[in-house]
């Protein structure tokens, strides 16, 4: 396995905060697993609304199960 590839089900506070700390942290939780840990994807019914953290564009979707059905996402987080 080259990184862990997370996917997020629910954006609002206590997604975008579990995105931040994944995203900010990044370099310590690798080290700590031994491989890279890429969030790939994160779903929400409202994706127009501004969140504590910025994501890349692309990455955002509202259907959950583009998240579920993705073969590259080894682990869902449903928050």
Do not use: C, W, Y
Request: hydrophobic share 45%; no cysteine.
């Amino acid at each position: 396995m080259t990184e862990i590839q997370v996917g997020v089900i629910g954006f609002g506070i206590v997604g975008a905060g579990a995105v931040k700390i994944l995203i900010e942290n990044r370099e310590d939780i690798s080290r700590k697993v031994g491989v890279p840990v890429v969030v790939k994807r994160i779903a929400d019914l409202d994706i127009e609304t501004p969140r504590a953290i910025s994501v890349p564009d692309g990455i955002l979707t509202t259907n959950a199960q583009d998240i579920i059905d993705d073969p590259e996402i080894d682990i869902v987080v449903e928050t």
